[in-house]
């Protein structure tokens, strides 16, 4: 078999195949169905002002997410208290 040349990240996939634990399917039915209840299926559009945005934008950054994803976060939170 023909050896190939990594990179890091194909690498640190490979060193990480030897942990995976199969999920048994009762929790596999109840990650899909979680999933699919999160699943984004409706367009809004907004105006809000622009000083809120960039501070919105901010915190996203911070998390590591993406701005839209954080705003229908709080969204999801707000309507499900």
């Given at each position: ?9 194909e690498?640190?996939i490979?060193d ?6 199969p ?59």
């Amino acid at each position: 078999m023909k050896k190939f040349k990594l990179t890091k990240y194909e690498q640190s996939i490979e060193d990480e195949i030897d942990k995976y634990v199969p999920v048994p399917r009762h929790e596999f039915e109840a990650i899909k169905k979680m999933l699919e209840a999160r699943k984004k299926n409706a367009v809004l559009n907004i105006r809000i002002n622009q000083g809120d945005l960039n501070i919105l934008k901010d915190k996203a950054k911070r998390l590591g997410i993406k701005y839209q994803t954080f705003i229908a976060e709080i969204l999801h939170n707000v309507a499900s208290a």
